[in-house]
């Protein structure tokens, strides 16, 4: 469900990124591995392909076991930081600007 007007299902955003920094952030099995719990995979494939970053259509059967594919996860939620770009509706084509690294996502008067 989604809080603008008219709007069924608005998600996943759609990502485009003009500016992305790499960062390097030290590796943490654990949190990745919790934090596959708790993301949507394909919103997240999506989102890595949108910055050009190789993940599975769909995680290994035990991602646990396949240490290349948690340092992959890892990588794509902790060292990638989309500066300036912008977020982008798939049902309306509404565009969310990120400006320093901050994504604007306040409605509109007319679509609350």
Known sequence: ASNVKGVR???????????????????????????LTRVDYAALHAAAAALSIALP???????QAD?????AVHHALVN?????????????GRVFPIV?????MLLREDEV
């Open 9 to 35: 299902n608005g998600f996943p955003l759609g990502l485009r990124a003009a500016r992305v920094e790499q960062l390097e952030e030290e590796y943490d099995e654990e949190f990745t591995v919790r934090m």
């Open 57 to 63: 259509p769909s995680p290994p059967p035990e991602p």
């Open 67 to 71: 240490a290349a594919f948690l340092q």
């Open 80 to 92: 990638v930081d989309v500066i300036e770009g912008e977020l982008v509706c798939p049902e309306t």
């Open 100 to 104: 320093a690294g901050v994504p604007n």
